[in-house]
């Protein structure tokens, strides 16, 4: 299947880089210190920004205080990251199409983890920074198609989560889905689905995608 556009538009914790091992890590710590259940933390923190999340749990008061510690405890160590299969590839061959990152990390996670994974960073990147409302607010993916000088209906943007799809979505993007952190169950919404970036390769005016077969 060939998928016309001007533009790609990667998210990257869970689409690019797998950084699980440290995020439950340091989850598990912080919720010990903050009487918080880091299972039910976790079950909606990826994809969307660190204090979004932690706001469902806590005041506003302590919010930016406690987004602070856990940012701390990831910041830790980077053991485990690694590159998602196919991401490093289909940057290297994108083929003269343009691309950015849309990140609900902030800049200094981004920079530790993309390094450490081995995944070379675009001109265009928007991080959690750079937004005032993170996903599944559609800000940030608005912001790398304007950055890139492209519609954003003329964009694909390749997601992992519930909450990247629908910003994705809302942006007006085409939204592919790769099954790398979650079930097929819960990304239905997003325009095409595939096991992972090994079935996607980039053309100049486009992307080849082998969708994922139904379950």
Known sequence: MIL?????????????????PLIERAAREWGAEY?????????????????DRVA???????????????????????????????????????NGLPYAFVTSMDRAQLKVRSGVAGVPLPQVVVTAEDVL?????????????????????????IEDAPAGVAAGRAAGATVVAVLTSHPREVLTAAHHIVDDLTRVTATPSGLRVVPAEPA
């Open 133 to 157: 409302a993170g996903k599944p607010d559609p800000s940030g993916y608005l912001q790398a198609a304007r950055h890139l000088g492209v519609d954003p209906s003329a964009c694909i943007v």
């Open 56 to 94: 469902d749990f806590l005041p506003a008061g302590q919010v930016a205080d406690a987004t602070a510690r856990l940012e701390e405890l990831e910041a830790k160590g980077s053991e485990g990251i690694t590159a998602l299969p196919g991401a490093v590839d289909l940057l290297a061959n994108m």
């Open 4 to 20: 016309s556009c001007a533009a790609v538009l990667f998210d990257v914790d869970g689409t690019l880089v797998d950084s699980t």
């Open 35 to 51: 009487g918080i259940d880091p299972d039910e933390f976790l079950s909606d923190a990826h994809g969307r920004r660190t204090a």
